[in-house]
């Protein structure tokens, strides 16, 4: 059973595990609806290009002997897991707020399967926390931010990125696990939020192929 309640260990660092999208359709369609509606977000991924991703594990944090443990498990998990097949599917919102827009995916079973045998193997770490938004069956809910604002999106600026994003399915391969980090204490975005600033080298610290 995870440590969902006790009190994260402080190593100086907290991490999130993601798939970042590689250079191709999908990633190319995340970079346009975000200039499409500008601010935030497609400033970060001007300063940041490889950043559109999606989250598969929200921050957690490890001393030195348990991340090891935990890289060593990745490092087999993508020995042993081939890439799946997602399709990037449309523009949502979440039903609480309009100050998150995003670009939903479907999931093949094999995709679905991944995700799963991830979260499962998440599972086996009794020090590992869990965030509200970790589902700890399926991983969080699939999603690529493309507009973040305190103050919510206009109803018109959100259908113009419907609109653009049409009635299409563009597919992806699932292939990849990110570790990234942070520093405990500051704000864990996944983006740069002003353009211009120069790449966090440890934005992207570990990277896992899945090459079954």
């Known amino acids: 059973m995870g440590c969902i309640t006790c009190k994260p260990?402080?190593?100086g660092y907290?991490?999130?595990l993601a798939y970042r999208f590689p250079d191709g359709e999908a990633k190319n369609m995340i970079m346009e609806l975000s200039k499409l509606i500008g601010g935030q977000v497609y400033n970060g991924y001007k300063a940041r290009n490889e950043s559109p991703h999606f989250t598969l594990k929200y921050v957690f944090v490890a001393k030195e002997k348990k991340l090891n443990e935990l890289i060593n498990s990745l490092e087999q998990f993508a020995k042993n897991n081939k890439p799946a097949?997602?399709?990037l599917s449309g523009v949502n919102k979440f039903p609480?707020?309009?100050?998150?827009v995003f670009v939903e995916q479907m999931r093949s079973k094999e995709a679905t399967e991944l995700v799963e045998s991830l979260t499962l193997l998440l599972n086996t770490f009794n020090w590992m926390q869990w965030d509200k938004h970790d589902?700890?069956?399926?991983?969080?809910?699939?999603h690529s931010t493309v507009f973040y604002n305190n103050k919510g999106i206009p109803d018109e600026q959100f259908k113009k990125l419907v609109k653009n994003f049409g009635n299409k399915n563009i597919e992806f391969s699932i292939d990849n696990i990110c570790i990234s980090r942070h520093k405990i204490g500051e704000d864990?975005?996944?983006?740069?939020?002003?353009?211009?600033?120069?790449l966090d080298e440890d934005n992207i610290w570990k990277k896992?192929?899945?090459?079954k």
């Not at 609480?96 to 998150?100: A, G, H, K, L, Q």
């Not at 589902?135 to 699939?142: A, F, Y």
């Not at 896992?208 to 090459?211: A, D, G, V, W």
């Open 135 to 142: 589902n700890r069956v399926n991983g969080p809910k699939p």
């Open 188 to 198: 864990f975005t996944g983006y740069m939020e002003e353009p211009g600033l120069s």
């Open 14 to 16: 907290q991490y999130i």
């Open 9 to 11: 260990e402080n190593t």
């Open 96 to 100: 609480d707020t309009d100050n998150i």
């Open 85 to 87: 097949t997602a399709w």
């Open 208 to 211: 896992f192929i899945l090459s």
